[in-house]
């Protein structure tokens, strides 16, 4: 699979675990579908190094098994997470 390739993986998977995480996050979230995707890229990322420091196979788990039920969960915490911060950071614009 070539970068394009990967890029489109990423997207689809950021646009799940983003999904995922605004429908368990309470409340209501001002933000597009691109947004979603983002914040759902990085959360992916941010629940793999947080994996990592459990002792999981960290962001090399994420990218070498996506739909494993653990890197799920820990996808969807890490986009929580950044969900979280991202919600701070944009009320404090308003």
Known sequence: MGFIGALIWWL???????LI?????PGKQAMGIGTTIVLG??????????GGLFGSKGVS??????????????????????????GLAAGRRR
């Open 12 to 18: 689809v998977i950021g646009a799940i675990i983003g």
């Open 21 to 25: 995480a605004r429908a368990v996050m």
């Open 41 to 50: 890229v990085v959360g992916a990322l941010v629940g793999g190094f947080i």
């Open 61 to 86: 788990g994420v990218f070498a098994d996506p739909w494993s039920v653990w890197t799920i969960v820990l996808s969807v915490i890490g986009a929580l997470i950044v969900m979280v911060v991202y």
